[in-house]
């Protein structure tokens, strides 16, 4: 005869070994400030006796409506997203933030359209969403607004009504054609991130090289052009590629080419893609600086490791994940949220750049 079952110990059965209530048990596990440390380290110890893992999750969520995850929606797929050093330390950031409340995240990896697919948002378990750096018009944003999730955004895309935490990415990237300009370049070449425009990995019209998909893209591309433009330099005349992907090993085949149309100077759209360059450039023996002077964009830790140490935009990545995280606590907690909320940039200048 088969040994009866042993019941699971339940939040009543931890309640009525401590003598409290059930309301006591739920705190002690849920709001622990509702209790006082001893109560609280005595309720937590006859649980564990118990072997009671604390309260069911999904009961808890059908009971609140809240799933207590915020759905991070990317513009790459995972492996792509996983290479970038950027989007690391802001995720690590946000996550940090809203960690202190008990949200988790939910990662939604992108792909064609410029972000998750509409479907995966739409089934996405989730009380908020925040777009990373998407697409204009990807189709992931009909889907949050069809659900009438809270929207924060980092960087991009513009939607209206969304709480935005971004940088100054046209003044950055102005410092930065200034700087090169100052050194005495006349020569330039830029490598641009994909913009979804024109075919991936090759030459960018300026038609297309300004009109992105990807704001950021724009912004930077308008820093750097305009900025050349006002020292006399016809932005018809700088050579501009796309790149395949984020990662050194796709970009240095576009970064290659770039070098290969004789400029003295390379603004890059992010280190990564400066630091290709760099590699580009070694493979082309052509010497950093006395030859071809490399600027980036971000000040990623990379930066400062590369040979020679790069010089490059920074841009308080971290501090851009805290605030997206903070938007997102407020949003959910129906607190008014402060945006948008746009950090400044600063060129830190190393040893990639020198006189032309």
């Not at 603004?267 to 006395?290: H, K, Q, W």
Request: net charge neutral.
């Amino acid at each position: 005869m088969p040994a009866p079952r042993k019941r699971k110990p339940t939040l009543d059965s931890v309640a009525e070994a401590v003598g409290v209530s059930r309301a006591t048990v739920s705190n002690a596990f849920n709001r622990p400030d509702q209790l006082s440390a001893d109560l609280r380290e005595e309720v937590l110890r006859v649980a564990r006796r118990l072997g009671y893992p604390g309260p069911n999750p999904v009961a808890r969520s059908l009971a609140t409506s809240r799933t207590g995850a915020i759905a991070f929606m990317l513009d790459t797929p995972l492996r792509a997203a996983f290479s970038d050093p950027a989007l690391s330390i802001t995720l690590d950031a946000l996550s940090t933030e809203v960690d202190t409340e008990g949200y988790a995240l939910l990662l939604l990896p992108g792909g064609d359209d410029g972000g998750p697919r509409a479907d995966r948002v739409l089934a996405a378990q989730a009380d908020l969403a925040v777009a990373y750096s998407l697409a204009d018009g990807a189709p992931a944003l009909k889907a949050v607004k069809q659900r009438r999730l809270p929207l924060v955004v980092i960087d991009q895309p513009v939607v209206p009504g969304a709480a935005v935490a971004g940088i100054d990415d046209r003044g950055g990237a102005a410092a930065a054609a200034r700087h090169l300009l100052d050194l005495g370049h006349r020569r330039f070449g830029i490598l641009s991130a994909q913009c979804l425009s024109a075919p991936r990995g090759g030459p960018l019209s300026l038609e297309d090289a300004v009109r992105s998909r990807f704001r950021d893209n724009r912004e930077r591309m308008i820093g750097y052009l305009d900025t050349l433009s006002a020292a006399g330099i016809d932005p018809a005349s700088v050579p501009i590629w796309e790149t395949t992907g984020l990662s050194r090993t796709e970009a240095q085949v576009s970064a290659r080419a770039v070098l290969e149309t004789g400029p003295t100077a390379v603004l890059c759209m992010s280190d990564e893609l400066a630091i290709a360059t760099l590699a580009a450039a070694a493979e082309l023996g052509l010497r950093v600086p006395a030859d071809l002077s490399v600027i980036g964009f971000d000040d990623t830790a990379e930066a400062g490791w590369a040979t020679p140490a790069l010089t490059t935009v920074r841009q308080d990545l971290a501090g851009k994940g805290r605030a997206a995280g903070r938007m997102a606590l407020d949003l959910l907690a129906g607190r008014p949220v402060k945006q948008p909320v746009v950090l400044d940039t600063e060129l830190i200048v190393r040893g990639s750049t020198g006189p032309a």
